[in-house]
C-alpha cells in the first residue's frame, strides 16, 4: 500500500506539503479556521469598547477581587468567570480595547479547533465535512460574540462548553469509559461559570443522545436512553441541582408575560424568519444600526424567502438521501425550541420585545447545534471503527445461527446504531487487551483493544493519524480498510482453526465495517463517489434510502448546482460580514473618549469638574449609575478630579470637550437694595423668592456674590440648607445640594460681614455655550 512510501513524503522539507496532499479535507478545514480568525479579528478591531463594557470595567475599577464582587449578578446574570476577566484586563489595562480583541480570538481558536475535532468524531469523512464547519466558521449569526466583549465573554465559554460536552457524551456512548463523564462534568461546569445559560447544554446533550444513538420510537428511545447512560444523567442532574440552588439564592426572576398574542407571533416571525434561518444561510444580508451595540437583523423580503426556500430544500433533499438525517433535524428543531421558549418568556413583555427576534447574540449558540446537525445529515453518523472487538461473541441458537434480535437490538438497527457502534475506540484509548466494562455501569458496552496512545480527556477522538502504520506488527488499520479478524487486532497468531481472511474487495466497491457500508480505500480524509453513492459525502448506511433516480442520472447537474449554490451562499455571508463590521466600526464612545483624552492632557493644572451621565449612545441611561463620568473614567490613565463644590467647575459636554458650568434653571428674584441687590449683613437672614418653585431633587447651586470680608455662609432651601465659604470681593459658588421650595434663605456667620447678591440659580449644570 502507499503506506510505505508514506513516511519519506513526511520527512524532511516536504512534511506540511506530504500532509496535505494526504489529508487534504484536514488541511482545507485548517486553512478554513485561519481565515476565519484573521477575518474576525479585523473586524473586531475596527470597533471599540461598546455598551455594557463600559459598565463591567466601570464595576471592576471600582471593586476589589472578592467573591462577593465575582458572584455579583451583572442584569441578573451569574458570569463569576467574565467578572474576574475584566477586573484583570482593566487593572492592566484600563479602557484600552486590544486585550479584548486578544481575548476573543483566542476563544475563538480553541472553540474553531474544538468543533473541527468533535465533527470528525461525529460525522462520516468527505470533503462535505467542510460545510458544517464553514458554517460554524462563518455565519453572521455569531458576529456579535466575535466582536463584542460583553457578549463574547459569555457566549464563547458557552459554545465551548456545547462542543466539549457533546464530545464527552459521544465517547463515553461508544466506548463507556468513565473518565468521560469527567469532561462532561467539567465541561458544563466551565460554562455555567461564564454564563447561566450554559445549563441548556444539559438537555442538549440529552436530546443529541436520544436522537442520534438510541433506536426506535420516541418514546422507546428516551427510556433506552435513560437506561443505558444513566451515568450521564446521574452527573448532569447533580451539577444542575447544585447551580439552580445558588443562581435561585442570588437572582430575581426574570419571568415576563407577553402583551398579546400577536408580539408572540411576531416575535416568532421575527426570529425564525429573520434571524435563524437566514443567519445559516449567509444572511441577513442587511443590518439595522442599534447605536454603539451590534446592530440588528432586517433582511430584504426576497431574501428572506429565498432563505426559507434554500433552507428546505436542504431539510427534504438530506432525509432523501439519510435515514438519519430526519432525526438531525428534529434535535435542531427541539433545541432551537428551548432557546425560543426561553427567550420569549424573559424578553416578551418588555420594552425590548420589539426587537428581540431580531438580535443574533441571543441564538449564536444554536449556530453550534445547526451545524452539527448539518454534518450528520449531509455525511451520516461515523461508523464504528472494526477493530473494536465486542467482549462477548454474538449469541447463537441451538444450531448455531444468529439468534433473533431483541426489542432494543431491533432498535439500534432501526436508528443505525449497532453495539458495534456503542463499542467505537477513540484515539485516547489506552494500550491494552479488551477491557470489559462493568455490567452495572454499562451492560452493553465493551472496551476493545488499542494499540495506540491518546490527547488526553478533554480532546480524545478517534482520529486516523493517530493510527500506527499498517505495517507496524501492533497496527490497528484506518476504520475505512478492509476488516481484520480479532486475532489481528490482539496481535496474536491466528491458530489452524482460524480461516483465512477473505480476498480484498474491488477498489470500487463499498466494504462492509461492523454491520454497515464504508466507502472505497481512498485517503482517510475523503471517499471516492461511485454511481451508487452521492459525491463528497462519504459512505452510505444499509437502512439509508435508495437515492432518487433523478440524481444518479444528472449527477453533474446536480453537483453544478450544489457548488453554485454554495458559491452563493459563500458571497452572502461575505457581504453580510462586511456590512455589520461597517456598522460596527462606527463607535460614538471611541471618539467620544478619545476627545475626552486629548482635552485632559491640555487642561490647565487644577482643573476640577462636576460629575455627569455620559452620552446617552455612549452608555444608557438605564445602567445607571453605571452611566456617570466618575465611573466610566475611573480606568482611564489620567482620570479626571470629580467635585461636589468649588468656584469654577468645568463640565464635559457632549462631545467630550471641557467647558465652564452654568446653571440652568429658576432665579432669585432681583434684591431691592441699589447696586447690592438682596444684602446680608448683621446676623440677619435674606429671604429671596425664586421666579419658580423647584422639587424636591438633585440640584445644583450657584451664588454670585459681593462680600466685604471672609466668613461661612448658609443657604436654606425647603428646611435643608448648606453652608458654604465666603471670600472677600467678587467670587461665585457652585455646589450639589438636594431639596426643594420657591423661596431661598441666607445669612453669614460674621455678623460684620456685608454680603450682596443678585444671583442665584438652582437647577442642572449645562456647559456654557
Not at 475535532?117 to 465535512?129: I, K, Q
Not at 497468531?493 to 474491488?506: G, V
Not at 444684602?679 to 425664586?690: D, Q
Request: one cysteine or more.
Amino acid at each position: 500500500m502507499a503506506s510505505t512510501g508514506t513516511p519519506a513524503t513526511l520527512d524532511g522539507p516536504g512534511l506540511l506539503g506530504g500532509w496535505t496532499r494526504i489529508h487534504p479535507v484536514r488541511a482545507a478545514a485548517a486553512a478554513m479556521i485561519l481565515v476565519s480568525l484573521a477575518w474576525r479579528a479585523q473586524l473586531a478591531s475596527r470597533g471599540y469598547l461598546a455598551v455594557d463594557d463600559y459598565v463591567l470595567i466601570a464595576r471592576a475599577g471600582e471593586s476589589d477581587l472578592t467573591p462577593g464582587f465575582l458572584l455579583t449578578l451583572y442584569n441578573n446574570h451569574f458570569m463569576p468567570g467574565a467578572l474576574l476577566i475584566t477586573w484583570l484586563v482593566t487593572r492592566a489595562a484600563g479602557l484600552a480595547y486590544w486585550p479584548y480583541v486578544l481575548l476573543l480570538t483566542a476563544a475563538q481558536a480553541v472553540l474553531a479547533v474544538s468543533f473541527a475535532r468533535l465533527l470528525r468524531t461525529l460525522v462520516r469523512p468527505g470533503w462535505a465535512l467542510l460545510v458544517p464547519l464553514a458554517v460554524f466558521l462563518f455565519s453572521p449569526l455569531t458576529l456579535e460574540a466575535t466582536s463584542w466583549w460583553a457578549v463574547g465573554v459569555n457566549m464563547l465559554p458557552m459554545q465551548v462548553a456545547m462542543v466539549l460536552a457533546i464530545g464527552a457524551q459521544v465517547r463515553y456512548v461508544r466506548t463507556g469509559r468513565k473518565r468521560h463523564l469527567a469532561t462532561l462534568a467539567l465541561a458544563v461546569l466551565f460554562g455555567l461559570v461564564f454564563f447561566e445559560k450554559a445549563l441548556l447544554v444539559v438537555p442538549l446533550v440529552f436530546l443529541l443522545t436520544a436522537f442520534l444513538f438510541a433506536g426506535g420510537p420516541p418514546v422507546r428511545a428516551v427510556l433506552s436512553t435513560i437506561r443505558r447512560y444513566w451515568p450521564s444523567w446521574l452527573v448532569l442532574t447533580a451539577i444542575s441541582l447544585a447551580f439552580l440552588a445558588l443562581y435561585g439564592s442570588r437572582a430575581e426572576s426574570s419571568l415576563r408575560r407577553p402583551d398579546s398574542l400577536g408580539e408572540v407571533l411576531s416575535f416568532l416571525w421575527q426570529l425564525l424568519g429573520s434571524t435563524v434561518v437566514p443567519g445559516l444561510l449567509g444572511g441577513p444580508w442587511r443590518w439595522l444600526p442599534a447605536g454603539d451595540g451590534a446592530p440588528v437583523t432586517a433582511p430584504p423580503e426576497l431574501g428572506r424567502w429565498i432563505a426559507w426556500a434554500a433552507f428546505l430544500v436542504l431539510v427534504v433533499l438530506t432525509v432523501r438521501l439519510r435515514r438519519v438525517a430526519g432525526r438531525a433535524w428534529l434535535l435542531l428543531a427541539a433545541y432551537l425550541t428551548l432557546v425560543t421558549a426561553l427567550l420569549a418568556a424573559t424578553r416578551l413583555g418588555s420594552i425590548y420585545s420589539d426587537v428581540a427576534g431580531a438580535v443574533p447574540r441571543y441564538v449564536s449558540d444554536v449556530v453550534v447545534v445547526a451545524a452539527l446537525c448539518i454534518g450528520v445529515a449531509l455525511l451520516g453518523l461515523r461508523p464504528a471503527p472494526d477493530h473494536a472487538v465486542p467482549a462477548d461473541p454474538a449469541p447463537t441458537n441451538r444450531d448455531g445461527d444468529p439468534a433473533p434480535a431483541t426489542g432494543d437490538e431491533r432498535a439500534d438497527a432501526e436508528s443505525g446504531q449497532t453495539d458495534d457502534a456503542s463499542a467505537q475506540v477513540t484515539a485516547d484509548d489506552e494500550r491494552g487487551d479488551v477491557v470489559p466494562v462493568p455490567a452495572e455501569a454499562e451492560p452493553r458496552v465493551a472496551v476493545p483493544a488499542t494499540a495506540f496512545s491518546g490527547h488526553g480527556v478533554l480532546h480524545a477522538e478517534y482520529d486516523n493519524d493517530d493510527l500506527p502504520p499498517l505495517d507496524r506488527p501492533s497496527a490497528v488499520r484506518p476504520f475505512d480498510a478492509p476488516p481484520r479478524r480479532a486475532d489481528a487486532v490482539t496481535g496474536s497468531s491466528p491458530s489452524a482453526a482460524t480461516p483465512p481472511l477473505p480476498p480484498s474487495p474491488a477498489p470500487d466497491r463499498p466494504v462492509p465495517v461492523d454491520g454497515r457500508t464504508a466507502g472505497p480505500l481512498s485517503p482517510p480524509d475523503q471517499l471516492t463517489a461511485t454511481p451508487e453513492q452521492p459525491p463528497l459525502t462519504g459512505g452510505r448506511d444499509p437502512d439509508d434510502p435508495p437515492l432518487p433516480a433523478v440524481l444518479v442520472r444528472h449527477r453533474e447537474a446536480v453537483s453544478a448546482g450544489l457548488a453554485l449554490a454554495l458559491v452563493a451562499a459563500g458571497l452572502g455571508t461575505a457581504w453580510t460580514t462586511a456590512r455589520f463590521g461597517d456598522e460596527w466600526a462606527v463607535k460614538s464612545g471611541r471618539t467620544y473618549l478619545d476627545t475626552v483624552q486629548a482635552e485632559l492632557a491640555a487642561a490647565p493644572p487644577g482643573t476640577v469638574f462636576f460629575d455627569q451621565p455620559v452620552p446617552g449612545d455612549v452608555v444608557p441611561v438605564l445602567s445607571a449609575p453605571y452611566n456617570r463620568q466618575s465611573t466610566v473614567f475611573h480606568a482611564l490613565p489620567e482620570r479626571p478630579v470629580f467635585v461636589t463644590e468649588a468656584e469654577n467647575p468645568s463640565l464635559f459636554d457632549s462631545t467630550g470637550r471641557i467647558t465652564p458650568v452654568k446653571v440652568d434653571g429658576p432665579t432669585a428674584q432681583p434684591g431691592p437694595e441699589q447696586a447690592c441687590g438682596w444684602k446680608v449683613t448683621g446676623g440677619e437672614t435674606a429671604r429671596l423668592p425664586l421666579t419658580g418653585p423647584r422639587d424636591d431633587w438633585f440640584w445644583v447651586v450657584r451664588i454670585g456674590y459681593l462680600s466685604s470680608g471672609e466668613t461661612t455662609g448658609t443657604f436654606r432651601l425647603g428646611g435643608k440648607e448648606k453652608r458654604f465659604p465666603v471670600k472677600t470681593g467678587l467670587h461665585q459658588i457652585f455646589f450639589e445640594f438636594t431639596g426643594g421650595g420657591d423661596t431661598v434663605e441666607l445669612s453669614v456667620d460674621d455678623p460684620e460681614v456685608t454680603f450682596c447678591t443678585n444671583e442665584v440659580a438652582i437647577g442642572t449644570p449645562t456647559p456654557q455655550q
